[in-house]
Every structure is written in C-alpha cells, then in structure tokens.
C-alpha cells in the first residue's frame, strides 16, 4: 500500500466523530492492505513501530522534529519554531512547509525508515536521527510530513484502541462472529500485528494455531468483584484465598539465562526491577516459564510492606539501584502460564499453583503469594481483616477447577476489596476525554477539572461518570495541562459517550484514580444510561494520586462494575 493512501485513512479516521464510521473505516482499510504490509499499518494506525512491550521508542523530541524540517526544507529554525508556535502542531507545520509532491513511498517503506531512526543509537546518533528525518521528509509531500511528524513525537492523536482493531479485522473479513477467536490469539502474544498477519497468510486456521510463547506477553486475567465473603462462597463454592497485594504486577519470562519482565499493560519493565530477574534466573527452577506475581517495596527492619505509591516509583529511567537500596522489593509469585513447554493457562487453578510452589528455590525475593482453601465465609472475612491491618489492598477468591483467563474478567477470580459502608469506600479507575479549563484561582492552571469515563467493553466505548476537580495538587494541575494538551483532539473522540461539552477533548489515553461519597443517578452522565437517559455519576470524586502510568485506557473500571457497586451500595444502605 502506497504512504499516501494510508494517509488518506488516517484523514477519514481523524474527521469522524462516530465509533461505528471508525470501525467501518479501519475495516476498509485492512481489506486494502496485503499480509506484507498489515502488521505494519495497524502498528502505525496505533501510533507506534511496535507493541509497547518491545520496549522501542524513536527518541525523537519537538526539537530534534523541528531541526529536522529546518533541514529537509531549507527553512530557518526559527521560521519553523515561528510557525509552530503559531499551529500548535508540528504536523501542520510540517505540512505547511514541505512543499515536494513525494516519491510515491510505500507504507512499508515508510515504516522502515522510522524503525531505522528508532534503532540508531550510540555516539552521534542524535544527528544520524535528525539526518534520517530529514531525508524522509525530503522524500514525502506535504500530507504525509504532517503525520509522519506527529507519528515521530507520539502525537497521531487518532486513539485505536486493540478491542476497536479486533472488531475491524473481523469486519474486514465479513464476518464479526470472529472476533473472540481473534481476541484469543492476541490475549496470548499481545501482538496485533502479528494476529492480523497470520490471519491474512494463513486464514482463520493460522489464528486458532496461536499458542503461548516466553518473550511475548499473554495479557492477564482480571478479577469481578463481590461485597461479601458468603457471595462468593454462594457464587464459587470452595475456593483458594490469597492476598490482594496493593503493588505493581508483574509477569515474569524466563529463557535460559534471559530474563524479560512485562507489567499489567504490557509494558517492559525489565530494567525497574533488577532483583526479580537475577532472582528469577537463579531461584526459579525452569529452563522456560511463564509466571505472574506482584511486587511491593517492604521495609526490611520490620516486614511491612510499603503502599503502591512507594512501589511505582520504580517506574523511571535512572536511579533504580539506589531505589532498591532504600525500598528493596518482595516479589509474591501466584500465577503459572507456562513452564518447559507445557501451556499452563489451560489447566485448573490447582494444578498450576501446586506446580508453581515445586519450581520456587527459597530465596530473599520471590515467595508464593499466601494462600488457603475454604468454603467458610468467616475464616475468609477473619483473614480480610487482618489482610486490611497489614496495609493490603484485600483478598482474591480463585474458582479451584479454572483455567487461567487470559484478558478475560470474570468470576474464576473474585476480589474483596474494603467494606462498603453507605459510601463509596473503593476507589474507582476512569479515563480521561477531556478537561475544563478552571474559573477564579483555577484559571491560572488552564485546568479546572477533567471530564472522566468508564469502559463499556461491549461497545468498546468511554462513556462518561464524573469531573474530577479535587484531588490535585497545584503543581500537579499545571502538569495535568501539559500532558492533556499533547493528546488534544479538536472534537469529541469518536469512542467517547458524552452529553456533557468539555472546553477541551483529549484522546483517551490516561487513567486516573479517584474515589467518592457514592454512586448516585445522573442525567448528565452516559455510564449504564438508561430509556430515561439516566446514567450513573460519582458524587463529589476526589483524585487519589496522580495518572496510573501502569494503565492503560481499556484498564478503566467498566460501566458493568460501576452498575455493580451501585446495587452493592443500595443493599448496603438498606441493611
């Protein structure tokens, strides 16, 4: 497929303000597309060269893109400066200064190009980039500079989520029924480039092939929730009890001697926690496994184990081995995915855990999580509490006979969270669509309050819950700006359900989370709407935190939970 004609697509998805004209779109757009190319256009239509857990990035800056057009135009940099100051847009200004007519450039081609640019590195290697650019632009005409320069700094703004993919690559092939096949193969490799390839090469008997694989992450299993420990005894019967860790998850990948870490958004986090590897490749008894488990920083003096928020400031790029120093990590191991060749994810809870337990050496880091069986609803709720005065975030009940549901949410595993007491004392995870901007002290910020939503997975759509103004700390505020205004849209986002008009859109890329008084009934809000146009809201939410940089959009509570938690709260307020 030419550039340009991919070009044209990103034009049409970037107009349109409805979800299914997106879907339509995208599906057209894949029926275009050969196997050669199809990995390569879906992966650039998300806004990047690979799956996040490759762990590649361009390393291209606004000022490295803005010497970059200086170049591959003759133009001043302060011309180009000038004029994007004045669009806001590197990509408009892009457009607005290279004036070639282009060489006719494949997508492959193009694509290529930029993977060269992201993988030199090394001495000189920022003026290699600034060269490569450059020379790329020389070669393109205007409307493709204008996406190649927002692609190269992250700002393609066109937020396609992996569930709006799926349902586009069904359609393309006629028939939407596909899609949970289609969704089971990338729930095991997180890939999907690789899933749209094997489809087009191989057809639908290629996707049903698809099996774990060490090196690619399977994406994890969620938990429902329940209010009480006799619901989930009703619900589940006799069940394993473990802790519910408030750290960072973690799936660990072993292959001999090489260790790869990924997080619950599939990021690599590898270099973030350099004990858990050394200790993986010396206390865990495999050549090649697949195993997940949570980390928490703990204080070594006294055991006690240290709040997220300690935890996830392992989440940088310097600085780590000091950090280990002061906050040294537990790593409580309790899923087994694959071990030696033998996929896991399909055998009964017990089976993997006992076998998990066998492949564990005592050493300082790794221990299985706690655990015990009962079908006794007051030997749960007695551990809940104690689990609660040690500073964890509850319990988890495992269904003893279940598989492990890869991306899948469901009751095999349910959580018990803090008690609800005619409040809402869970907190609740929303993504943000866009901000307003603040009147009287707040408008020095430029944003008063953002505009969160909750995932309607069957729709694949945000739909809104709250404004989220509390919470934020001044600095935080102007942060807030900073970052929201990158990811600007100049229209709704075609997968955001909203009544309400922010000032500004944003594409739905952050999570934040933030708790409330409770869950009431709203007209001004399209969470669970009914006939009435009655949704549900949060009443006076508070920001706990600041964005969840282990999330991603898909990662907010649904639509689905904040229904359920309203029901629980009713019945809780009744008693």
Known sequence: MKFIRLVEYFERLEETTKRLEMFDILSELFREASAKDIDKIIYLSQGQLLPPFYGLEIGMSEKLLIRAISDATNTPTQKVKDSFKHSGDLGKTAEGLVKGRGQNL?????????????????????????????????????????????????RLRLGIGDPTVLEALALAQGDRALRPELERAYNLCSDLGLVAKALLEKGMEGVRKFSVRVGYPIRMALCERLPSSEEIIAKIGKAAIEAKYDGFRVQCHKDGDKVDLFSRNLERTTHMFPEIREATKDSFLAKRAIFEGEALAYNEATGELFPFQITIQRKRKHGIEELAKEYPLKFFAFELLYV??????????????????????????????????????????????????????????????????????????????????????????VCIVGYFRGKGARARFG????????????????????????????????????????????????????VIEADVWVEPRYVVTVTADEITRSPSHTAGRDREDIGYALRFPRAVGFLRQDKKPEDANTVKEVIEMFEIQKKVKVQ
């Open 106 to 154: 494949t997508a492959e081609k193009v694509y290529e190009e930029i993977m060269n640019i992201a993988r030199t590195s090394g001495a000189g290697s920022v003026e290699k980039k600034i060269g490569f650019l450059s020379n790329l632009l020389r070669g393109v005409s205007s409307k493709e500079a204008k996406y190649i320069a927002r692609f190269v700094i992250g």
């Open 340 to 429: 030696d060749g033998m996929d896991y994810t399909e055998k009964p809870y017990l089976e993997r855990r006992k076998k998990l337990v066998s492949l564990i050496k005592k050493n300082p880091i790794i221990e299985p999580a706690e655990m015990f069986i009962t079908d006794d609803p007051k030997k749960i709720y007695k551990y809940f509490e104690e689990a609660i005065e040690r500073g964890l975030e509850g319990v988890v009940a495992k269904r003893l006979d279940a598989p492990y549901a890869a991306g899948g949410r469901n009751f095999n595993w349910i959580k018990l969270k803090r008690s609800y007491r005619g409040e809402l004392a869970d907190t609740i995870d």
């Open 447 to 498: 944003v008063g309050a953002l505009l969160g939503a909750v995932y309607d997975e069957e729709a694949d759509t945000f739909r809104t819950v709250s404004k989220v103004g509390s919470g934020f700390k001044e600095d935080e505020f102007i942060e807030l700006k900073k970052i929201l205004d990158d990811i600007a849209i100049q229209h709704k986002h075609p997968r955001v359900d909203s």
